[in-house]
């Protein structure tokens, strides 16, 4: 059965985040008052799976050998079928 993932990985609070950093500095040069932001990264993923669970289990297998690091990022895995 396949299934859709939707990965979305972020710094761990109290990371530096300089991108993050950048845009809100630029927002706030054009007049947005914003007093803070962080940045993260999206992955949408179709897996052939047997369950819902073996579909989240393959998601994080995914993050934890190559999308993340676990030391600096978290990450939330969205499951849905097709």
Known sequence: MKFSLKITISLKKGMLDPEALAIKHALNNLGFDVDSLGTARVFYLDVDESDENSARQKGQEMC??????????SYDIEVSGV
Request: aromatic residues 0%.
């Open 64 to 73: 934890d050998r190559l999308l993340a690091n676990p030391v600096i990022h």
